[in-house]
């Protein structure tokens, strides 16, 4: 059986594990989609992420609050590392986890 890779990545009304939708998980891995935690997870750091946009602000169409994400650095990257962490404690060995989101939130 070949494995499936887990994405985390941040982007705009989307949760940091993609194949994701609203708060529901659709990875076709049963133990990530079925899991509560997760779930949660990926609605809380997709929410909180999401909150930085700003739609007609700032003399423009769609404003990326790029200071309140760094004052908030810590506890983004606090969230994302329990998401991982629970990724990591369920892997079955289906799966593979390419973690994108850390790095760049780190490198602020």
């Keep these: ?3 499936k890779t887990v994405v985390i990545m941040l982007d705009y009304l989307k949760g940091p594990i993609w194949d994701s939708f609203d708060d529901f998980l659709y990875t076709g891995i049963p133990v990530i989609d079925s899991d509560a935690v997760l779930r949660k997870l990926n609605v809380q750091i997709g929410d909180m ?3 930085y946009y700003e739609f007609n ?3 423009q169409g769609c404003w990326f609050d790029a200071e309140r994400q760094k004052a908030e650095k810590q506890e983004l990257l606090a ?3 329990q998401l991982t962490d629970r990724l ?3 892997n079955d060995g289906s799966y593979e986890i390419d ?3 850390t790095a760049e939130i780190r490198a602020l």
């Design 1 to 3: 059986m070949q494995k």
């Design 49 to 51: 992420f999401s909150s």
């Design 57 to 59: 602000s700032h003399e």
């Design 79 to 81: 969230l994302l590392t």
């Design 88 to 90: 990591y404690a369920l």
């Design 99 to 101: 973690d994108r989101a």
